[in-house]
Every structure is written in structure tokens, then in C-alpha cells.
């Protein structure tokens, strides 16, 4: 979200192995990932190179969240994860942004929130005149279920995000790290089960 040259939030990538579903941060440097399995188990966890980077921690230690969703069954498809930016900001990047689809940044406050679903199998996307929000993408899975990504806009919850700034920079004092206005941050939520999410922000804001 925002632009190259601009405020932006850091690069969110979706992508597809099969049945499953992998979501990923550009913040996150290949040390974590949301897995959204075929079976309806899905994680936030550390990735096998985020183990190997401590001597002795164990792969076991690396679930940060874990859940379950229910396959979609009938016409109704299942709200799995989602994805909230209520705020954006400029910072260099290393990372190649050159193909990045970017949604423009809103004057409103509003936060962006991408919407991931589970579709039930179909031979096409299930799109009509009937969805509520815009579609961002559809990736089709091997299985014939199509994975969904909506984008909306929502009021700001500001005492939500105070909490959430207060208790990272909380976080991040008892373990020796000096924030800088530049770092970005991401924090979970419980959202109606069985949806779950991560809402990235700037925690000195």
C-alpha cells in the first residue's frame, strides 16, 4: 500500500504450493510466514531458516500462532486471515519493489484491510455484482478452491492502536531494542472465529 516513492506500508506477498497458502512480509526477511494449510490447520510461525539462525532452538519453538479453519462447504466461502494497515510511512528498502502492486494511500484515515477467503471448488473465480468489497486477487488451487484477497477500508480503532503501540515498544525495551521512526511492526489479532490476523503499523507513531 502508498507508493515506491512514498509512505508506504512494507511489501505483503501471496503465494500458492498446491493446496496451500503461504503469506508473507517484506519485513520479516524470510524469517516468518502465515501457512494457511489444505487441511484447515494454519500457523504463524518462524520458517526453517529463522531455527537455524540460534544454535540449539528447536523447530518446535517456532509457532508464534496457530488456528483452524474449516474446508468451505456448499456456496459459502470461509474467512481465514486478514490483514490490517492503518498507517503508512517513507523508509529505504534494499528489497526489489519493481513489480509490486501498490493500492493508493487514502487521505481519510481509514485503515486498509485485505480479506482472505476460501472459496469452495469452482471451475472459475466466483466473482459477481454481488461482492461487497473490490477483488485483489484470485489464485486458484490445485484442488479447484480459489483463494481470495479483498481490499476495504475501515474506520481507525485508535485506542486499538494504542494498546498495540504500547505494548511493542514495551516489548522492545525489555529486550534491549532502540526503535527508530523507520521500523515497521506487526502484531496478531482475534478477529470472529475462525479468522485470525497480523495488523502492521509503526510503533512510534
Known amino acids: 500500500m502508498g507508493s515506491p516513492k512514498g509512505p508506504r506500508s512494507t511489501t505483503w506477498k501471496f503465494f500458492i504450493n498446491k493446496n496451500d497458502v503461504y503469506i508473507l512480509s517484506g519485513m520479516f526477511e524470510g524469517d516468518c510466514k502465515v501457512s494457511l ?4 490447520d494454519c500457523q504463524l510461525s518462524g520458517t526453517s531458516a529463522w ?11 517456532r509457532h508464534i ?3 483452524h479453519s474449516p474446508r468451505p462447504s456448499g456456496s459459502f466461502a470461509v474467512h481465514v486471515f486478514q490483514i490490517r494497515i492503518p498507517d503508512l510511512q517513507a523508509f529505504a528498502t534494499e528489497e ?4 509490486v502492486y501498490w493500492l493508493p494511500q487514502r487521505n481519510d484515515g481509514s ?7 476460501f ?6 473465480p ?6 461487497s468489497f473490490p477483488l485483489l486477487c484470485a489464485l486458484k488451487l490445485y484442488d479447484h478452491r480459489w483463494f481470495m484477497i479483498f481490499h476495504r477500508n475501515v474506520p481507525p480503532d485508535t485506542h486499538l492502536l494504542k494498546r498495540t503501540r504500547e505494548s511493542i515498544r514495551r516489548i522492545a525495551h525489555s529486550r534491549g531494542i532502540n526503535l527508530i521512526s523507520q521500523y515497521r511492526a506487526c502484531a496478531t489479532m482475534d478477529i470472529e472465529p ?6 502492521e503499523l509503526c510503533p512510534l507513531m
Open 51 to 61: 531455527v537455524l539462525k540460534v544454535p540449539g532452538r528447536r523447530n518446535a519453538e
Open 111 to 117: 485503515t486498509v484491510s485485505l480479506e482472505c477467503y
Open 37 to 40: 494449510h489444505a487441511s484447515g
Open 65 to 67: 500462532m496457530k488456528w
Open 119 to 124: 472459496t469452495p471448488p469452482a471451475d472459475r
Open 126 to 131: 466466483p466473482i459477481g455484482e454481488n461482492l
Open 194 to 199: 475462525p479468522t485470525k490476523a497480523l495488523i
Open 96 to 99: 526489489d519493489i519493481s513489480t
